[in-house]
Each structure stands twice: as C-alpha cells, then as structure tokens.
C-alpha cells in the first residue's frame, strides 16, 4: 500500500504561480506512474499530468500544457506540480495518485485546495 500527502495548495491571483507538493510513503518500489488530477465543485475529476516514478516522460493535459510542469525527487519520495499562469478555471481541489503494481490508479491522496481569482 502506498500513501499520499499532497500539500503547497492556497489562495493566489490569477498569472500567479503555486507549486505542489506529494509526499509519498509505503510501499513507494511498487510505483510505476504518478498523475495529478483535478476536481472542481460540481463537476468530474480531471486529468491533468502524470509521470514515470523512474524516467520522466511526462505527460500533460491540454488546458495546462505549457503552464504546468510535473517533476519528482526521487530520493525525497515526493512528486511536484509546478503551475504558472494560473487562471480562475484552475481553481479545484487537486489530488496526486499512483499507480503501484496494478494498471490503474488505486492509491490517492486527500488533495489541497487551489483557488484563483480574477
């Protein structure tokens, strides 16, 4: 079982910038792939990006590709979002996952706010 704590979530204006934090604990040898999701009141959690625990090769959803960049540090065990340019339709609770052992995203974290006014 893998555990996940995202954090760095808050309040900014929108062209602001906020990076996240998800530190993972467990059995992190088992991760093969972690993604950053995105949920916003009312509506369906969202993809944004994902990334290979060991190799990079990140990938990106459209609304965020060339704002957001995801990165990890290994020997922290912890995951990245770095968002700039945010807007007000970034504003969502965000969660972090990994995908360890199985072909699917079985282990979440508990998200952090992001809020972006205008």
């Known amino acids: 079982q893998v555990q996940l704590v995202e954090s760095g979530g808050g309040l900014v204006q929108a062209g602001g910038s906020l990076r996240l934090s998800c530190a993972a604990s467990g059995r992190t040898f088992t991760i093969n792939l972690m993604g950053w999701f995105r949920q916003a009141p009312g509506k369906a959690r969202e993809f944004v990006g994902s990334?290979?625990?060991?190799?990079?090769?990140?990938v990106y959803a459209d609304p965020v590709k060339g704002r957001f960049t995801i990165f990890r540090d290994n020997a922290k065990n912890t995951l990245y979002l770095q968002m700039n340019s945010l807007k007000p339709e970034d504003t969502a609770v965000y969660y972090c996952?990994?995908?360890?052992?199985?072909?699917?995203?079985?282990?979440w974290g508990q998200g952090t706010q992001v809020t972006v006014s205008s």
């Open positions: 996952a990994a995908r360890a052992g199985v072909n699917r995203y079985d282990n």
């Open positions: 990334i290979t625990w060991s190799g990079g090769s990140p």
